[in-house]
């Protein structure tokens, strides 16, 4: 009697043990792990720095997330209790100056942050006690112009704001008011052309528009045939000139022709779907970098045959830090 108990007590953990590693084989093949680090909240802009990192603005985390390329791995830039100064509210938008100062736009605060890259410090740059000029409504997403001017989405005013990188002073650069073409009505994504121009998707819209630097004009790109805008959100220009936009309704990535306003699916099939694809970068190779906040996961879209691969995500588990 007494052996026999004796062996079921060996048999009974070797069991339980056998049992866990099946479970463990059992787990999706989806469960791998794409990076180290906190998990995203919920990401909303990217922009790449000049040694090719990979900078997240999450909205959940109220932070910027700095992600290696190349491993996934995630640290945490900025935020509440890392660097000094005010903390995000709502950051929205996110570009990088030709110093690597990072800027962001915080809707929470009604300002555009600037955000040491080293150390995280951030100041406000622009905001309604700093700088002259009219305060912003619900600042969404920025650009920086080819002299350093920074150019601010603004749905609350149904403008484009441009503000002086040094004085944070702000003057509206077109609206109903500033420019001649059809008014915006919820102007989000903005990007730079190699000529000066700004082309600015407009959900209200469902059309990207592009506006004069200097008069302020607005004329829509793109709007017409070809698969309609679902709900257009981030907007990037590639080398060749050509315009990339996610779109959270279509659950694709949507390339323009520059010139004819032509519209193509360039990422939307085989591969992880996208959930809700928000901010979109290049890379130096060429390849598109997007933020997913469905997936809570940053992927990378090969330009030519619209792959797409996670390069870094939540699957190390949530983060329990806020």
Aim: no cysteine; hydrophobic share 40%; proline share 8%.
């Amino acid at each position: 009697m007494f052996r026999r108990t004796l062996v079921n007590l060996i048999l009974v953990p070797a069991m339980l043990l056998t049992l866990g590693v099946s479970l463990i084989s059992a787990a999706p093949v989806g469960e791998e792990v794409r990076g180290s680090g906190p998990g995203f909240g919920s990401p909303f802009g990217i922009a790449v720095e000049s040694d090719g990192s990979l900078v997240v603005l999450d909205y959940g985390l109220e932070a910027l997330v700095r992600v290696d390329p190349i491993s996934g791995e995630r640290t945490i830039l900025s935020d509440a209790s890392t660097g000094p100064g005010p903390a995000f509210k709502a950051p929205r938008g996110i570009a990088v100056e030709s110093d690597g100062s990072l800027v962001v736009v915080d809707y929470g605060l009604g300002a555009l942050v600037r955000v040491d890259p080293i150390s995280g410090e951030r100041t406000i740059l622009s905001d309604d006690s700093t700088g002259p000029g009219p305060g912003f409504g619900s600042p969404r997403d920025i650009a920086v112009e080819s002299d350093g001017t920074l150019v601010v989405t603004d749905p609350g005013l149904g403008a484009l704001v441009r503000v002086d990188p040094v004085s944070g002073e702000r003057t509206i650069l077109s609206d109903d008011s500033t420019g001649p073409g059809p008014g915006f009505k919820t102007p989000f994504g903005i990007a730079v052309e190699s000529d000066g121009s700004l082309v600015v998707v407009d959900r209200g819209l469902e059309a990207l528009v592009r506006v004069d630097p200097v008069s302020g004009e607005r004329t829509i790109l793109s709007g017409g045939p070809g698969p309609g805008f679902g709900e257009p959100r981030g907007i990037a220009v590639e080398s060749d000139g050509s315009l990339v936009v996610t779109d959270a309704g279509l659950e694709a990535l949507v390339r323009v022709d520059p010139a004819s306003g032509e519209r193509t699916i360039l990422s939307g099939g085989p591969g992880p779907g996208f959930g809700e694809p928000r901010g979109i970068a290049v890379e130096s190779d060429g390849s598109l970098v997007v933020v997913d906040d469905g997936l809570e996961a940053l992927v990378r879209v090969d330009p030519v045959s619209g792959e797409r691969t996670i390069v870094s995500d939540a699957s190390t588990g949530r983060w329990t830090g806020l």
